[in-house]
């Protein structure tokens, strides 16, 4: 399978959709090259407003067009878009349930050459507070496009959140995923690592060198963080009895402390969490960064390996 990063897998999908839509509109926050919106701009201008370095003020005007029917996506970095405009997030689109969806495009570390004012590790913890809001983070171009499918027929608040770089495939073109449900990756009964995002292909990696060891790793890809597949987590707590989390989101308030709570409160398993440690990040890129904070298929292997000790 071919590397196609998520961004250009979203918006060749939404201009698809937006060529039968006259009421889709998108927003960029002069951001359509890092969106990767060229295209939609281009074919569809009278569907497409740009509104500059203004995150607040885009979320503002995706919730006006929304009351009058409009159905917006509106794009940018996800670093300014989820900290920057969390309070438009908060009351014009979750409080309201404004049909507003969110693309947070190069989250996570893939600014992660800018340093700390460009990473996004932070937006699972923030959004997750709010009610009424839906979060995806898709780990291939083939979810990508599904996911954002899915966004065009939903009518509520949704934020999906990209990197920046192509990535490898993780599923074969059709495949179908169901919203709230975590997509089996490997089957595994000795241990569970439950992902999502880009992390899935290092933990698909990491279970398969692990199975030359004899070690049987099921992989969960928890692409849909809320609705969230409590059941999933269950029977991996069940089932495996050892749990690795991983996420390229800070150890505070993710993926990983969302898995605690639920076995923690029904099954009590042993387990560990994988993602970036409560301090000032190193700068470099994704996959520097993913190394030396252990995120990466030899870091996963490692911490695996550790947890069965």
């Known amino acids: 399978m071919a590397k196609v990063s998520c961004r250009k897998a979203f918006t060749r999908t939404l201009l698809g959709a937006a060529r039968k839509d006259p009421m889709l509109y998108a927003i960029a926050t002069d951001s359509r090259g890092s969106v990767t919106l060229g295209d939609f701009a281009n074919e569809l201008p009278d569907q497409f407003l740009e509104l500059g370095v203004a995150e607040q003020n885009a979320l503002a005007a995706a919730a006006g067009l929304a009351s009058v029917g409009r159905n917006v996506f509106v794009t940018g970095p996800a670093c300014f878009l989820c900290g920057r405009g969390f309070?438009?997030?908060?009351?014009?689109?979750?409080?309201?349930?404004?049909?507003?969806?969110?693309?947070?495009?190069?989250?996570?570390?893939?600014?992660?050459?800018?340093g700390g004012t460009h990473t996004?590790?932070?937006d699972f913890a923030s959004l997750r507070a709010l009610p009424n809001i839906q979060i995806y983070v898709p780990s291939d171009s083939v979810?990508?496009?599904?996911?954002?499918?899915?966004?065009?027929?939903?009518?509520?608040?949704?934020?999906?959140?990209?990197?920046?770089?192509?990535v490898e495939g993780i599923y074969p073109e059709g495949e179908i995923f169901e919203?709230?449900?975590?997509?089996l990756?490997?089957?595994g009964t000795d241990m569970t690592i439950i992902t999502c995002g880009e992390l899935v292909w290092h933990a698909k990696n990491a279970a398969a060198q692990l199975a030359e060891q004899g070690i049987s790793v099921r992989v969960l890809?928890?692409?849909?963080?809320?609705?969230f597949d409590e059941d999933a987590v269950l029977a991996a707590a069940r089932e495996t009895g050892v749990i690795l989390t991983a996420e390229e989101h800070s150890v505070n308030g993710g993926l990983g402390e969302l898995v605690?709570?639920?076995?923690a409160e029904k099954n009590p398993v042993k387990m560990r969490i994988l993602g970036f440690p409560d301090?000032?990040?190193?700068?470099?890129?994704n996959t520097e960064l993913f190394t030396y904070y252990g995120l990466d298929t030899a870091g996963m292997i490692r911490s695996a390996l550790s947890l069965l000790r």
Do not use: W
């Not at 599904?146 to 990209?162: C, D, E």
């Not at 919203?179 to 997509?183: D, M």
């Not at 605690?260 to 076995?263: D, M, Q, W």
């Open 120 to 122: 996004t590790l932070h």
């Open 260 to 263: 605690a709570h639920i076995t």
């Open 221 to 227: 890809d928890m692409f849909s963080i809320k609705p």
């Open 87 to 114: 309070e438009q997030i908060k009351v014009d689109l979750a409080y309201n349930r404004s049909n507003v969806k969110i693309i947070g495009v190069s989250a996570g570390v893939s600014y992660g050459p800018l």
């Open 143 to 166: 979810q990508a496009e599904a996911i954002t499918k899915y966004l065009v027929s939903f009518r509520g608040p949704a934020y999906m959140r990209t990197g920046r770089g192509d």
């Open 185 to 187: 990756v490997c089957p």
């Open 179 to 183: 919203t709230g449900k975590a997509k």
């Open 279 to 285: 301090e000032e990040y190193k700068v470099g890129s």
